[in-house]
């Protein structure tokens, strides 16, 4: 091989060897550098978004007005007080144009209506991702320098939640996730602070297991801890995939732990096996399907959701145990929601024996235990203890435990370091979440969190709600958040408000901001309605909306019951806002009164929700109207129709907007409206 003369140049002697030279090749490669950063900027992405813009609007009829409205280069809003850089109208530069409503190509299409604008909140506080990022990788994606990709679509009501802490209408997704983190239990073993400090309350009643062998079986207790579902489809009970001898165990230390209460047991008085028929007839009088379930012969779950299912109650409940809860249930549980019927010895006896026939002979024919040992017992107690099973349930001898599973607090922000994704699972918090709520044991055979039955839309509520516990959602300033109204601890006082708390008004009736909204708000009965009708109505109650299945049941209440309870209702729930006998029950001129007829029939068509006439009129939206006049206050009327909301906010009725003149007709008339029947009330 030849070597190279000791007299060729070098390469480096070639391009610096001069000092002219060297300056020369410098200056080159200072100016390709230079040349770099514009060249990138020019085939960068964003620029390349912006011109696909411009030849999308060229053509269209508003283009110059687009074109003027089109700002070139990179846009940024900068929100330092909620933490926000966003970049991304840089590429979704048509969001804001209405006329682009035609247009479904991302990134060009308008965005939908919402209450809030880019300007005031930025992008990414609702979708997240990156918001200074320039590419479509870095903004949406989750990289090595920035772990929170945007968030998929159907959980982006998620971000609501971030500031809005109450329900929302335009939410349905987050309401309802909310819903089942207080419905289903979750809570109990998870804590959630707020960013107030307070922390949120299960809504959920799970029963004590303190006097639960006076109540039903050990058997029963083993098929129930096998497999909640099958006795109930709706249970909210999860499934601790136990084995037999666990549900063995823990079923033998309940019924060993359990203690009696004095009254919570009733023999049978009448050995007579009572009439089927007339027990169906009864369960149907009292209206027990407004809170309980029963699943029909088709599978179809029908009835309310206040109180348990009801399909198989004949295979858990003692007979003994079930007439004494007939008959007050408040002796074995001050805090039900069920009220005190004040049944009659025969009533119980026919409602024992039909609720006693609802039974399933396949839920326990495989069911047989032997006598427990004391060792069963104490690994039994051992396995309640290991499964928190006191964060829900009373049980003698357990404490409730604290911090029994993680805090979700900031759950939506976790940081991908601290979570074990499944293999093939997409490394985010969402697909994490979802997983986790699918199947939590999939995460691991020893963990503890028990499988639940959830639909896929509520595993993606779920999602929803988890999501919006951010950091974020902590860290922003007071001003910007929307706090949740406070719950009400109104109690009424007296004979009355004991008898409220008998009767259990507020499991379907609120007052004051607490209760249930099966039935309307009593908070200002008292002006609403009139004494007569009212006692009357407590004495036997009727039916105000023929179309509904659910209805008040008859509490057999004594005389002096609907007294007393009449006497609070007039006297305590009242509106300041107008006084109630302000306006007469009777004596309108016959030519007002017409004038509200013809009103209601044609310009305000009422009867297109409301019976008058039950023989034309064909409205089964709102109440009767066919005694209204012997119902309701004159004065109540006139204030309800100039504005419903006003009175009971929330109610479907709309607001018409009427003069005070089509208000006083209107009024009038309906006062007219006395009914045939005559009401009759204990003076």
């Not at 991702?129 to 090595?144: F, I, K, N, R, Y």
């Not at 919570?264 to 089927?276: I, N």
């Not at 003698?396 to 979570?419: C, H, M, V």
């Not at 200002?524 to 659910?550: C, D, H, M, Y």
Request: charged fraction near 20%; glycine fraction near 6%.
């Amino acid at each position: 091989m030849q070597s190279s003369s000791p007299n060729t140049p070098s390469i480096w002697q070639t391009l610096f060897g001069h000092p002219v030279r060297a300056f020369g090749v410098v200056s080159l490669l200072l100016l390709i550098s230079l040349a770099i950063a514009p060249a990138k900027n020019h085939f960068s992405e964003w620029r390349h978004y912006q011109k696909q813009y411009l030849a999308l609007v060229r053509t269209r009829g508003d283009a110059v007005t687009l074109r003027r409205h089109f700002h070139d280069g990179i846009q940024q809003i900068w929100l330092p007080q909620i933490g926000v850089v966003d970049r991304c109208t840089t590429c979704h530069v048509g969001l804001k144009e209405a006329s682009l409503a035609d247009v479904s190509t991302q990134p060009f299409r308008r965005h939908p209506v919402i209450p809030h604008t880019s300007d005031q909140f930025g992008c990414v506080m609702c979708h997240r991702g990156q918001g200074a990022a320039t590419t479509v990788e870095e903004a949406h994606s989750s990289t090595l320098a920035w772990e929170q990709p945007t968030l998929p679509a159907r959980f982006v009501q998620s971000s609501c939640g971030q500031c809005h802490r109450a329900a929302l209408s335009g939410t349905p997704q987050l309401n309802a996730g909310r819903n089942l983190l207080t419905k289903c239990g979750c809570v109990h073993c998870h804590t959630i602070k707020l960013a107030d400090g307070s922390a949120i309350k299960p809504t959920d009643d799970p029963p004590s297991l303190e006097h639960v062998a006076d109540k039903t079986t050990r058997e029963w207790i083993y098929a129930w801890l096998k497999d909640p579902q099958a006795y109930a489809v709706t249970s909210t009970m999860p499934n601790f995939k136990l084995s037999d001898p666990d549900a063995r165990d823990i079923s033998a230390f309940l019924i060993s732990n359990s203690t009696s209460i004095p009254g919570d047991t009733e023999p049978a008085k009448d050995s007579k096996a009572p009439d089927p028929t007339a027990g169906a007839s009864l369960y149907g009088e009292s209206f027990c399907a407004s809170c309980h379930a029963v699943q029909n012969a088709a599978g179809n779950v029908v009835g309310g959701d206040v109180g348990p299912e009801l399909t198989r109650i004949g295979n858990k409940t003692k007979p003994e145990w079930l007439r004494a809860w007939l008959r007050n249930p408040r002796v074995y549980d001050a805090e039900t929601a069920m009220p005190h019927y004040r049944f009659t010895d025969q009533q119980v006896s026919l409602l024992v024996g039909f609720l006693g026939n609802k039974t399933d002979a396949d839920l326990l024919a495989n069911v047989h235990l032997d006598a427990a040992t004391p060792e069963q017992i104490a690994h039994g107690k051992l396995l309640v203890t290991e499964y928190g099973c006191a964060s829900c349930h009373k049980i003698s001898g357990i404490k409730k435990p604290e911090n029994f599973a993680p805090d979700l607090t900031r759950i939506g922000s976790k940081p991908l370091t601290q979570i074990i994704f499944l293999p093939g699972m997409a490394h985010t918090v969402p697909n994490y979440i979802s997983a986790k709520i699918r199947q939590p044991r999939s995460f691991g055979a020893a963990l503890k969190m028990p499988q639940y039955s959830f639909a896929p839309a509520q595993v993606d509520a779920l999602t929803t709600a988890l999501l919006a516990l951010t950091d974020r959602a902590h860290d922003l300033p007071r001003a910007l958040t929307l706090p949740t109204e406070a719950a009400s601890n109104y109690q009424p006082a007296g004979k009355a408000g004991q008898l409220i708390a008998d009767l259990a008004c507020f499991s379907c009736h609120a007052i004051n901001g607490r209760g249930g909204d099966m039935a309307p708000d009593l908070t200002w009965e008292g002006t609403s309605v009139q004494r007569v009708w009212l006692q009357a109505f407590l004495k036997n109650p009727g039916t105000l909306r023929p179309a509904l299945i659910r209805r008040m049941p008859r509490f057999n209440l004594s005389d002096s019951e609907v007294t007393e309870l009449t006497d609070y209702i007039m006297t305590v729930y009242q509106t300041p806002a107008f006084e109630r006998d302000s306006m007469p029950s009777s004596g309108y001129p016959p030519a007002q009164v017409e004038q509200g007829k013809q009103l209601f029939y044609s310009k305000y068509s009422c009867q297109s929700c409301h019976i008058i006439d039950t023989k034309v009129d064909k409205g089964y939206i709102g109440p009767t109207l066919t005694q209204v006049g012997s119902r309701l206050n004159a004065a109540w009327i006139y204030h309800w129709l100039k504005d419903p909301q006003a009175m009971r906010p929330g109610t479907t009725e709309p607001n018409r907007n009427m003069s005070d003149e089509d208000s006083r007709a209107l009024t009038a008339f309906l006062m007219t409206l006395k009914g045939s029947g005559k009401l009759e009330a204990k003076k």
